[in-house]
């Protein structure tokens, strides 16, 4: 099955300045972010602001249940479109620098180079293990099954999302058709810095994050032979990095002949060691000048701060000064996302995926789209305003007094750290119209506002303390979404001015590259900025405190209906 859809756009703003005669006076920067079902691309100034930016769709496939593919080729090509689409009309002088960032998805190509197949069909073209796919399930079984030191900085359990058992997973299943003829394995954002410089080096956020790599030990040759993945080492990692460059890092001469005319960037220019792409939300936000906002976490360490990044799936990225291990939450990675900080990582696998899942899902779903199109809305904005209607004198969120949700339709990634979780609804009524879509939708929202809210906790127990949240990606255009976080959660959120925080992420890395700005932690200071406040209505802590305590209990339920199944 291939999902794809026809839209793509691309939009300007700062028209005035892009043309005003002080146009020479200002620089520019590329941020292209690759997403899970689109590329996006932005051309940003050395103030943070988003000048153009671009989409389009990208391909993905699903041949079985769990199992998610893309291809590099198609990636590459989109980035392509949208990058010679947004610096139409700029002087090419004025731009500095290119950074990347992408989905942390596994990227397979021969000895040259050449995409090769990661599935049974042998469909080249699919080179890619998408970040979702959920095919080595086994195979992280076996690994965690070690107890290996290096899983102590991943919370204690690997994740099936990570790149070491879908490379064994390889190995068992396709051993002649691609592993044997495997030339490198790339986490996606290092086959796209390698796609425009030509250097196969990696960055250290994505082989600390995905790949078990220490960014004070290197990498570990037992952990590698432990788990029959002896032949990465005996090469001496050359498949999967044996340089590795820091984030913002300048990659090779900067951008080569050939990709300068793919992009229509101009060659050499500046490319950056990229992020995944929740790390380059959290650079794009989490630095912001926050000064005259009464927020708690202002004359604060930066440590005070966790980035949310939520659109497909979340992302939490809590930073500290020494490390913290937090039981089933990733890290703490030295250097990953801000340099000379631990981060810790939370998540939760599929959010953005899962409120459409549930809308698109429910049987009222036709007339939601009939209504919301004649009103000239979004399906979620005429939701919201539907939800607002039924509530009568009521707090919107107490409509779910007795409707819960667990989130985990595709397995909990923080702090349980089980895949084999399954979501749940207790609640349910013969109910099939607008109104029962309506309380699902806004029970699922409630369910991923408190998933964040046992994450926060979990990690405020180990010893961050955290006192606002700095929300982006998609999900920041639903102000119900971003309330109910707020409110479950008890802790004010701060909203970029960018609605493209990714992408303002990805070209703080261009403008760091170019040697613009003296480091990361400068550019995030004077190209992040923070717009809107939410506050968390206190009134009703009350109310989400006793859906909190619901919500714990259905996991307990779940976990004894398993154990009482196991002997079947």
Known sequence: M???????????????????????????????????????????????????????????????????????????????????????????????????????????????????????EGEHTRNIILWMDHRAASQVARINGTQHSVLSYVGGTMSVEMQPPKLLWIKENLRESCWEKAGYFFDLPDFLSWKATGVTARSLCTVVCKWMYSSEEGWNDDFWKLIDLEDLVEDKYEKIGNQILSPGT????????????????????????????????????????????????????????????????????????????????????????????????????????????????????????????????????YLNSHLDLIKKSLPVGFLTVDLHVWPDFHGNRSPLADLTLKGMVVGLTLSQGLDDLALIYLATIQAIALGTRHILETMQAAGHRINTLFLCGGLRKNPLFVQMHADITGKPIVLSQEVESVLVGAAILGACASGDFASIQEAMERMGKIGKVVQPNHRHKRFYDKKYEVFLKLVEHQQEYNAIMQGI
């Not at 610096?87 to 995409?115: N, Y």
């Not at 912001?288 to 604060?300: A, S």
């Not at 981060?343 to 549930?358: F, M, P, R, Y």
């Open 2 to 120: 291939s999902w794809q859809s026809d839209n793509h756009k691309v939009s300007f703003t700062g028209l005035l300045k892009m043309h005003s005669s002080k146009q020479d006076l200002v620089n520019y920067y590329v941020g292209i972010d690759v997403g899970t079902a689109s590329v996006r691309a932005a051309l940003v100034d050395q103030f943070g602001t988003v000048v153009a930016h671009a989409d389009q769709p990208i391909q993905i496939w699903e041949p079985q249940p769990d199992y998610y593919e893309q291809s590099s080729d198609d990636i590459w090509a989109a980035c392509c479109t949208v990058t010679k689409k947004i610096v139409c009309g700029i002087d090419a002088e004025r731009i500095r620098g290119l950074g990347f960032d992408a989905t942390c998805s596994l990227v397979v190509v021969d000895k040259q180079f050449r995409p090769l197949a990661v599935n049974y």
């Open 250 to 381: 300048s990659v090779g001469n900067g951008l080569t002949p050939e990709a300068a005319k793919d992009l229509g960037l101009p060659c050499g220019i500046a490319v950056a060691a990229s992020l995944i792409d929740a790390h380059a939300g959290g650079l794009g936000i989490i630095g912001g000048d926050v000064k005259g906002h009464n927020l708690p976490c202002e004359n604060q360490p930066i440590t005070s701060r966790l980035a949310l990044i939520c659109g497909t799936s979340s992302c939490h990225m809590g930073i500290s000064e020494t490390p913290i291990y937090v039981p089933g939450v990733w890290g703490p990675y030295y250097s990953a996302m801000v340099p000379g900080f631990w981060l810790n990582e939370g998540g939760q696998s599929t959010t953005g995926k899962l409120i459409e899942h549930v809308v698109q899902g429910h049987v009222a779903f036709p007339e939601l789209q009939a209504k919301a199109a004649a009103s000239a809305q979004s399906i979620y904005t």
